[in-house]
């Protein structure tokens, strides 16, 4: 059974870093796009960025140049490197895994990040 768990959440002051990880099972991984998303009370889920298994990225315009997306094929993990983090960061993040050839995705359970001071 597929399962992505997520890791690295938490509290952390304006312009500080946290790393997110994704740590993914049941799944054969090098054949699913990897992404995160975050979802804000009110508002829509939206993708934040997303890595394929050759590791072409893409961002969100919001986190350019702040936050960096990796993965270890090996291990089934992927990463979300956060840097000069701001309040309107603050939000939970889902982890997920596209199939690149059919309409299956998976879902983590999410993981709380705060930015406040």
């Known amino acids: 059974q597929a399962q992505l768990v997520e890791s690295g959440g938490g509290l952390v002051q304006p312009g500080g870093s946290l790393r997110l990880s994704c740590a993914a099972s049941?799944?054969?991984?090098?054949?699913?796009?990897m992404a995160w998303y975050r979802q804000s009370p009110g508002k829509q889920r939206e993708l934040v960025a997303g890595?394929?298994?050759?590791?072409?990225?893409n961002y969100a315009d919001s986190v350019k140049g702040r936050f960096t997306i990796s993965r270890d094929n090996a291990k089934g993990t992927v990463y979300l490197q956060m840097n000069n983090l701001k309040p309107e960061d603050t939000a939970v993040y889902y982890c997920?895994?596209?199939?690149?050839?059919?309409?299956?995705?998976?879902w983590g359970q999410g993981a709380q990040v705060t930015v406040s001071s």
């Open positions: 997920n895994a596209q199939h690149i050839a059919t309409i299956i995705q998976y």
């Open positions: 049941g799944i054969t991984f090098n054949f699913y796009i």
């Open positions: 890595i394929t298994s050759g590791g072409g990225t």
